[in-house]
């Protein structure tokens, strides 16, 4: 009666099922992708680069957890950078640009060659569900496959309908088919459905773009790997170009906002669009007194004249595309390879997951990535290698949940903002989503995560051994550098080079280097103790991590603070069998408590509706029903 028999099945190999297949089968469960498209694994959709602000951390990560994205970009990126090098640690972060071909091709050989993973070229119809649990999915050549675990990593492919102008078509993406039914599969089984929309630029010829008008963006040197695990190689780095919008663009954009299918005389597109990541039109209308707007021109591969106009974003008819683009400087002869489109497509209301993004409503199913509204590849990876594990873990009949608190990982925040609180826009991670930046840095992921890699089987012993003495490695410096002093004729040049008052008296090097303008590898340069360790990368790693350490170390300190008065609620674990209608607070709020199904009481606390006030006698409640006092009502 099966065509095929696994213990996970993941729909989809885009950014989340790929890390979500990975995960699972690294965690020894027979698992199958299915794809619409097997030449396009881990696609990018739109623009070809992993991380930026937040988004590298997510990368990092995912890296720490044992998941494959930061690899795969280490392996096949073509520039690499810090972001906001000067700023604070809490918003510094790690960008590379990607082949993206390359990062397509080396993913899929990855997954071809990891035990326990098969790829299936199907599009799933329907899931078979018996008994509120799921068993399985059927296929568009009604082919059915057995499973204990699913999970849906369907991105912008479900209902997808493709806009350029008033011209509009089927699709998941521009040339791949849309998948049509399996949204009906959750309306049926009384899932909330609406619908979102992004789009994507024009790609250009590069051999038609004149350079000499924009502005070089070089990577970093060295270049700044993602993974912890990436070994310092050279590699040749790709320049990216900076050029703006003119006024000539502005005034072409405004007089044809009545052919554009958001704005214009028929409006096709109803799905919110993402805010942050706007399209040109977007753009001029929302902020009609910006002269200019940025335009990077990105290279989408080594071996590829494509260029990406980043910021260009629009579902303007073709005819207009081309006069927005040859308006913009260097671009005044540009071919244009691809259309810009535009694209609107279901999601399912992440509410009704639990953190751990397992369904509410059916057991073993799991959703991760864009159909849970958000928007982004380091997103999806991010919540594909949650939904992984917890899939494993739910077919292994582990008791075990895998979930991650706010307080842990951007992951963590991003899953539990999906959860209580939905998603009215497309959802994109930013560092002020996080109350804890400053613990949860991108140089810190393998302290803060590596144990779950490892616990789960996706870090090898070896490299968790890594990560344990590089932070005891840290600890033992950082009060070795409590104890050192240092003499005002030794560090006094360091601190002129550095703008910093000279010292009087000794003073112990961790003093010297609380000053924010001084550097630990300029002082390290001129006392005589140093740190044993041969391994360059290991030793970067661990200076940076010292330096971080001191220099916030109040700051630190009151978030971890805070980080306590938070898991005080988030320890108090809610029973799934609590009876909501014992607890004198209103109505209203007992509906949403007993919709929502929080685990915890700091997961009660952050769900909307829900009063500050009713917390604490919502407390008394549990703890009086853990104790038998009080009983379920009749
Ligand atoms: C036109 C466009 C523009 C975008 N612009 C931006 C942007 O500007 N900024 C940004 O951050 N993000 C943008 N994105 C979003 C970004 O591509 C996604 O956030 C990201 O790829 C989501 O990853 P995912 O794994 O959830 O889904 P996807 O990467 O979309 O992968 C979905 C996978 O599911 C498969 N699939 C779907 N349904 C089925 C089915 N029923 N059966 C079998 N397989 C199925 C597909 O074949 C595909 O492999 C854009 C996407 C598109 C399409």
Redesign the pocket.
Known sequence: MWDGIYDVIV????????EAALAAARMGCKTAL????VD??A?????PAIGGVAKGTVVREIDALGGEMAKNIDETGIQFRILNRRKGPAVRAPRAQADKYAYRDRMRKIIENTPNLEIVQ????DIIVEDGKVKGVV?HINARYGAKAVVV??????KGKIFIGFKEFEG???W?PA?N??SNFYIRHGFKVARLK???PVRLDGTTIDFSKMERQDGDEPPPFFSYWTEPKEIEQIPCWLTYTTPETHRIIKENLHRSPMYGECKLISGVG?RY?PSIEDKIVKFPDKERHHVFVEPEGRNTVEFYPNGT?TSLPFDVQEKIIRSIPGLENAKIIRPA???EYDFVDPTHLYPTLETKIIKGLFN????NG????E???GQ?IVAGINAALYALNKDERFILGRDEAYIGVMIDDLVNKGVREPY?LFTSRAEYRLLIRYDNADYRLAKYGYRFGLLTREQYERVKRKYETIKVFIEKLKEVKVKPEVINPVLEKAGSTPLKESKTVYEVLKRPEVKLYEILKVISFKLDIEDRKLLEEILEEVEIEVKYEGYIKRQLEDVKKFRKLENVKIPQDFDYSIVPISTEEKQKLKEMKPLTLGQAARLEGIRPASIPILAIYIEKWKRGEVKLES
């Open positions: 729909v989809g190999a885009g950014h989340a099922g790929c299915f794809t619409v498209n396009k694994i696609e990018m959709s739109c623009n199907q599009i799933v119809d296929t990593t369907a991105g912008t492919f479900l998941g993406r521009m791949e998948a039914k399996l992004t789009g994507t993402v990541c974003s489109y535009a694209i991760a990535g864009q159909i958000t928007t982004g590849y997103e999806a990876a594909g994109r």
